[in-house]
């Protein structure tokens, strides 16, 4: 059996004290996910789809929870970006069939393949202080924070050089042999497309560190690490995503993310090894 450590206990003896300071984030969370999917549900445009919007109000509870306002920030600066992103040049998207289905609009799929890894995160940062002692935990915690914004850095990237590489790229490369392919063809990249998905990675890290997730430091590695995750990304899109059923883009939406973030913090713990041997 596990052996609680000092701190454990104390968080537990915390919340059998003070159970309302545990209970008032979640109740905060309900409270405001309920009151902004609302709104989505009556816009004009869909954002979601009916189900898309019950899923999104799970995982919006979860990063609340988890990680407050500076979590929730991230993740709606992602949604809001991407949901716009998806729209740019829809009308000559749709007349190529290379357009996102529904429009854009947003439906459970979507949302896991996004946000999985992120949430996941998330979730962690709060359990692992409970299981660890407080030295250990510290520098796990800030693995996971910057896992967190590094899986959404890597989508978002993956999202916007996708939809502009579609949209306005110029010329489209197959890029496990950098022949010219038709736009939206799988794992096919363009300069515009990844100009943009570099911009995309940059200013939502940036995001991160605006509210306290990452140091600023560590905007660089969510950007490497979410070039790597796009990367890979269009490798698997080019090489196995057509031989294999199960392979769907959600299930490359979920690795592509969860790429993203393992690098960034394999990256981050590369340097701490290398610094403590200089």
């Not at 989505?40 to 009916?50: A, G, Q, R």
């Not at 915690?141 to 502009?164: P, R």
Request: glycine share 10%; with cysteine; net charge positive.
């Amino acid at each position: 059996m596990m052996l609680l450590s000092t701190g454990s206990i104390l968080h537990l003896l915390a919340f059998s004290l003070y159970p309302s300071s545990f209970l008032l984030p979640w109740l905060i969370a309900v409270g405001l996910n309920t009151v902004l999917l609302a709104i989505v549900w009556f816009l004009p445009k869909k954002l979601l789809t009916p189900a898309g919007i019950i899923h999104a109000w799970i995982l919006g509870v979860l990063v609340w929870a988890s990680l407050g306002w500076q979590g929730y920030a991230v993740v709606v600066f992602y949604f809001l970006v991407g949901s716009g992103i998806t729209r740019v040049g829809m009308a000559q998207k749709e007349a190529a069939g290379i357009a996102e289905k529904r429009s854009g609009a947003r439906g459970p799929e979507n949302v896991w393949g996004s946000a999985l890894t992120g949430a996941v995160c998330a979730v962690g940062s709060v359990i692992v202080p409970f299981a660890l002692p407080s030295e250990q935990s510290a520098w796990l915690v800030s693995l996971l924070l910057l896992g967190y914004v590094a899986s959404f850095s890597t989508k978002l990237a993956d999202t916007c050089s996708s939809e502009i590489g579609k949209a306005y790229g110029q010329r489209t490369f197959l890029i496990t042999t950098l022949q010219p392919v038709p736009r939206g063809t799988e794992g096919a990249v363009s300069l515009e497309g990844t100009i943009a998905g570099i911009v995309a990675s940059v200013a939502i890290a940036l995001v991160g560190w605006l509210v306290g997730l990452i140091p600023l430091w560590q905007v660089a590695i969510c950007v490497v690490a979410a070039f790597i995750g796009t990367t890979i990304e269009s490798v698997i899109g080019a090489t196995l995503q057509s031989r294999f059923s199960w392979l769907t883009n959600e299930v490359v939406n979920i690795l592509n993310t969860l790429i993203g973030a393992v690098a960034a913090m394999l990256l981050v713990q590369g340097l701490r090894v290398a610094n403590l041997s200089l």
